[in-house]
């Protein structure tokens, strides 16, 4: 088994550095480039995964059995929601797909349904206006399109 981890830690090394390479290929932002562009949050998920990597190839897992449990249904939940959450995050905006997929995460480990929800916007509105004003980078609003911010 610490052969297979070997391998995906190299092709995902390879993902890393073709991630990195495209974030690069990214053009400037219209009135030039600032300190945050439109590569720097790509460039920092490429040595993430890159670093990441790197461990799995030099560490790997000697028991990396899966687990078919209640904890491997509760994975593919998570996937299922992140996947819904990049779909939905142009029409519903990021304020309401971020307080849903936060929510339904947040739930599903066990918190009750309305802090986790609670929880998902706060951390939305949150998040929403440090990019808005703190970093001057426009999420989508989606369905929240008519609160345009300055």
């Known amino acids: 088994m610490r052969l297979n981890d070997r ?22 932002p219209f009135g030039g480039s600032g300190a945050v562009g439109p590569e720097t949050f790509p460039l920092l998920l490429a040595g993430l995964l890159g670093l990441s990597s790197l461990y799995l190839v ?3 897992d000697p028991d990396n059995a899966w687990p ?6 509760e994975l ?13 995050l142009a029409p519903l905006g990021f304020i309401i797909s971020t307080t849903l997929a936060v ?5 599903r480990m066990g ?13 939305g509105v949150v998040v ?16 929240l399109g008519f609160w345009e911010m300055g």
């Open 7 to 28: 391998i995906l830690g190299i092709l995902l090394i390879v993902l890393a550095v073709a991630y990195g390479w495209g974030a690069t290929q990214l053009p400037a």
């Open 58 to 60: 030099v560490r790997p």
């Open 68 to 73: 078919l449990n209640r904890t491997g249904v």
């Open 76 to 88: 593919i939940i998570a996937v299922v929601v992140l996947v819904l959450y990049a779909m939905l």
């Open 103 to 107: 929510g339904t995460l947040c739930w």
């Open 111 to 123: 918190s009750t349904p309305v802090r986790a929800y609670l929880t998902g916007l706060i951390s």
């Open 128 to 143: 929403f206006l440090l990019f808005n004003f703190a970093l001057d980078l426009a999420l989508p609003l989606g369905l």
